[in-house]
Every structure is written in structure tokens, then in C-alpha cells.
């Protein structure tokens, strides 16, 4: 049995209450309040993250508040190096904050032991970029998905199997993939992998880092659709990095807009896509391709911003 005990279903589905499973086609803007009596399921609060030490420290992101409920999806989107990646690897853990607050669930984790950081590995997982560099090639992918529920209960050979087969195919994989190696997949069966390797310890929070960024653009839409099955039916929340502001408009609820470390605008997403507030949004917006010639023509001339 499963860690946390029951099968996938009941894990995760059955752990919130089905009034929470917002689907992605009912949103509207009205849902964006989660009402005062619900504790988001993540909050930033004024976070900052440094790197280097000493005279030579380089603040890399400062002032990030943001708010994500249960069954959500925030995009964080800006330009490369604007700080997406760092604001999540501070939810993550893996970056240390200099100042602000973390909260999951209620829980200040900001500063969190290593070994509550082991068990918060069970609520809060990963999807990285690059399916060819974060999968082992070495390692079948049964090893590679199985491996994830060792921390949390070393359950028995068999049931890590059945587990890993029930991931599989939630990710729409046959189980027979767990036999298999990377090498032999092309990449979005591997961006499917590294989905099912995050889900299958049913973790309530993904952080997607430019999950579709090096996919073909029809595979990126299977993997975006699969992103927006998966929280449907499970109620999971994403926090969705891109720089693509074409490719979260369709998959976020929310949108945060990034530049050099700071917070551009935040709100609403079909707001933010469709009437931005500033200047760097139209720019992004401009940035992001486009099938209308017309409207091409326009955006081509507020793109000159991003210079
Ligand atoms: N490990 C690191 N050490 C020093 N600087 C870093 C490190 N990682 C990122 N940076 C810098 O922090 C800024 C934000 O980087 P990052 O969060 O990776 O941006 P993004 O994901 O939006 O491209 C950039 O200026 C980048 O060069
Ligand atoms: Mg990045």
C-alpha cells in the first residue's frame, strides 16, 4: 500500500474535497478567491534569494509575493534569467531564502530541517526542462519511477511495481515503458516519464520548470493536455515556468510576470494575456508567436521593447 495509505485514487483524489477540483474549462476569474476561511496551499510572502557570499553576493530575486490554491496553476513567465528557476527552486528547497516567507499548506517551510525537507519531497515535486539529461540513462525506466518511493515507507518490490505501472499509464505510457530504457524513447515519452516519476509519490504541488520548452510544438500540446488531465482528475497545483507567455495563457489560472528578479504584474491570466498592465508584458506578449499577420505586424513593432 501506498505511504500515505489506499491506492492512487483515494490517495490523492479522495484527500480533497471534489468542490476543489476546479476544471480548467469552468475557471473564471470569480474563482480566483479561495475565500478567506481556505489557507492557500502555497503563499510567498516578500522572498528574496541571493547567490554568491561575502561583497560578491548577487540578489537574484527580491520581493516575491504570490498566492496558489488547491487544483491551480500559477505561470511564472519572463524573459531567461528574470528568476523564474530560482523562485523554484526556493519552493523546492534545493535554493536557501535570504529573507521573506515559504508557506505550504499553513506550514512555514522556509527554513525547513532537512529531514521535514524529505518528507515535504512527498507534497512537492519536480519537473524539469530537459527529459534527456534528468533521466538516467543507465537505469530502466521502472528503477528510475520506482526510485521515488524509497523515502517515503520502503514499501515492498511488488507493490512498487504495481505503483509505478498505475503512474505509467496515468501518464498515458503502457506499463511494459517500466521495462524500458531513456535511450529508446523519443521526448515527450520522456517528458511523460518525468511526470509520472513526480507524480507517483502523489505529491499535491508540481513545480514545472519549462516543462515543454525543448518539445516539438504538436508534443508539447499532448504534454500541456496532460498536465490539464492530470489536475483535473487529481486536483494537483502547478507552478508553471515558462518564457513562452503563448504557451501559459493556456494552461495557467494565474499569471506572475517577472523581470530582472522583480515582480512585473500578477493576476489573473486571460487579464494579463489579453489586457496587460505594463509595457514589459506587451513586449513578452509581442515576443510570443502568433498566427495572425496583422496582429504580427503590430506586436512586431512593441517587441523593440525587449532590446
Ligand atoms: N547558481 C547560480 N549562481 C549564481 N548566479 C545564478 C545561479 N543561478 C542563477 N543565477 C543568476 O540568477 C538570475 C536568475 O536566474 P534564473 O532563476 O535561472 O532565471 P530564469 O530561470 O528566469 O532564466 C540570473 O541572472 C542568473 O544568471
Ligand atoms: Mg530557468
Not at 492512487?8 to 470569480?30: D, I, Q, T
Not at 528568476?83 to 512555514?108: H, M, Q, S, Y
Not at 525537507?117 to 540513462?137: G, H, K
Request: proline content about 5%.
Amino acid at each position: 500500500m501506498s505511504a500515505r495509505g489506499g491506492s492512487w485514487h483515494r490517495g490523492v483524489a479522495g484527500r480533497r474535497a471534489s468542490a476543489e477540483r476546479v476544471a480548467w474549462e469552468e475557471r473564471s476569474a470569480s474563482d480566483a478567491d479561495p475565500g478567506p476561511e481556505k489557507v492557500p496551499l502555497l503563499e510567498l510572502h516578500d522572498v528574496s534569494v541571493d547567490y554568491g557570499s561575502g561583497r560578491k553576493t548577487f540578489r537574484a530575486v527580491e520581493g516575491i509575493g504570490l498566492s496558489l490554491g488547491i487544483g491551480r496553476t500559477l505561470a511564472l513567465v519572463g524573459e531567461s534569467g528574470s528568476g523564474k528557476t530560482t523562485i523554484g527552486k526556493a519552493i523546492l528547497g534545493v535554493e536557501r531564502v535570504a529573507g521573506g516567507e515559504i508557506r505550504f499548506d499553513g506550514e512555514d517551510i522556509t527554513h525547513a530541517s532537512p529531514s521535514r525537507r524529505r518528507e515535504l519531497t512527498a507534497e512537492i515535486q519536480v519537473v524539469y526542462q530537459d527529459p534527456f539529461s534528468s533521466l538516467n540513462p543507465a537505469r530502466t525506466i521502472g528503477q528510475t519511477v520506482g526510485e521515488m518511493l524509497r523515502p517515503h515507507g520502503r514499501p515492498a518490490a511488488n507493490v512498487v511495481r504495481s505503483r509505478v505501472a498505475e503512474a505509467l499509464e496515468r501518464v498515458g505510457l503502457p506499463a511494459s515503458t517500466a521495462d524500458r530504457y531513456p535511450g529508446g524513447l523519443s521526448g515527450g515519452q520522456r517528458q511523460r516519464v518525468a511526470i509520472a516519476r513526480a507524480l507517483i509519490v502523489e505529491p499535491r504541488l508540481i513545480v514545472c520548470d519549462e516543462p515543454v520548452s525543448a518539445l516539438d510544438t504538436s508534443v508539447q500540446a499532448q504534454v500541456l493536455n496532460l498536465l490539464r488531465e492530470l489536475q483535473r482528475d487529481l486536483g494537483v497545483s502547478y507552478v508553471f515556468i515558462s518564457h513562452d507567455l503563448a504557451v501559459v495563457r493556456h494552461v495557467a489560472h494565474d499569471i506572475l510576470v517577472l523581470r530582472r528578479g522583480r515582480v512585473v504584474e500578477y493576476g489573473d491570466a486571460t487579464r494579463i494575456a489579453t489586457r496587460p498592465a505594463e509595457d514589459y508584458t506587451r513586449a513578452l506578449l509581442a515576443a510570443a508567436p502568433i498566427a495572425d499577420p496583422v496582429r504580427q505586424r503590430e506586436r512586431r513593432a512593441a517587441r523593440a521593447l525587449l532590446a
